[in-house]
């Protein structure tokens, strides 16, 4: 009866009579969580029922509400991370050489096949860059429909618009290509064309499939523009040749990865001799819905770098998130 009266937020040191060993701690999670299907579940309430699971495992008390701790569970020292590729990211914490770390592995179906515990020692050995990926973020409020937030492009970029911007023939242009004036699209005209994907319908495949979704976002934005074969440089912005950036939303947050959008930070590359900065960057955020496995864009948000801010709200406490990125031994995925 003592143990059930434990809570996770209490603290025990390794002499306490409830500590678990690595091994007792490894046998108890996967007896109890190897073969449990999360399927189908959005991956907050996934991560929430996963914390449940491992509270019974572990014969704890299940609190009202998880709180947000460094480690997760504090009374057995435990960190856990759901895994479902080999890029496991630790996101704003250093790693912790004293801490345990549960890596719960699910296979192709959510289906939990086996649970690791790492030490610290054992996950820096993964680290092989030794550096943090820094991250900006933002809120995504949507608006109920497609809407241009901002009605004109920065100044940089207005007297290179061409005059016949609306009825502008990209078939023959690179989305790749570096920004020319003479097959440059206004804002407006970015907005009319995308505009035209709402209401667009497709199948989901997987939560964890974020980097994959993006790319159909990317297709398909390509072709409402007019271009007729997919490149992806892999740099930013995604569509190089209309300085745009693509995102799509089916979540509050908006990852807006290294680079802010208002800042004033030189590109790699200027349109024609005028030196251009994320603020001349056109942003279109994809506003979407899962439902029964399929994605269907509900609205499209147009706006720039210059003014992304003043729609999006920026995080702040952490305006800046940090990852460590760590690549796991193939063989804990057999």
Not at 68 to 78: D, E, S, V, Y
């Amino acid at each position: 009866m003592l143990e059930r009266c434990m809570e996770i937020y209490d603290t025990i040191d390794e002499k306490h009579v409830l500590w678990l060993d690595n091994k007792k701690l490894k046998k108890k999670l996967n007896d109890y969580l190897t073969g449990m299907s999360f399927e189908g579940i959005p991956l907050r309430t996934r991560s929430k029922e996963i914390k449940k699971a491992v509270c019974k495992a572990l014969k704890l008390s299940i609190p009202k509400s998880f709180k947000k701790t460094k480690p997760k569970f504090p009374i057995q020292n435990l960190d856990i991370y759901v895994q479902k590729s080999r890029n496991l990211q630790i996101w704003n914490d250093e790693i912790d050489f004293k801490r345990r770390y549960g890596i719960i592995i699910l296979n192709s179906k959510d289906v939990v096949s086996s649970v690791i515990i790492l030490s610290g020692k054992d996950l820096e050995k993964f680290d092989t860059t030794g550096k943090l990926t820094i991250k900006y973020q933002a809120r995504y409020n949507p608006c109920g429909s497609s809407k241009l937030l901002t009605n004109e492009d920065t100044r940089n970029l207005k007297d290179y618009l061409p005059k016949k911007n609306s009825t502008l023939d990209l078939r023959n242009v690179s989305p790749i290509d570096t920004p020319k004036s003479n097959h440059l699209l206004s804002i407006k005209t970015l907005f009319e064309r995308l505009k035209k994907l709402e209401g667009k319908r497709f199948a989901d495949i997987g939560l964890d499939q974020e980097r994959n979704r993006g790319a159909l976002i990317h297709q398909f934005a390509l072709e409402s523009l007019g271009y007729v074969n997919y490149s992806d440089s892999g740099k930013f912005p995604d569509i190089i040749n209309q300085l745009l950036e693509v995102k799509l939303q089916t979540s509050p947050t908006i990852d807006l990865g290294k680079i802010k959008p208002d800042s004033e930070e030189e590109l790699s590359y200027s349109l024609s001799n005028t030196i251009l900065t994320p603020k001349d960057i056109r942003y279109a955020i994809f506003g979407a819905i899962i439902e029964n496995g399929v994605i269907q864009i509900k609205e499209i948000l147009l706006t720039n770098g210059k003014n992304f801010f003043n729609f999006f709200k920026q995080f702040k406490g952490k305006e800046k998130n940090s990852k460590i990125q760590l690549v796991l031994p193939k063989n804990y995925f057999n």
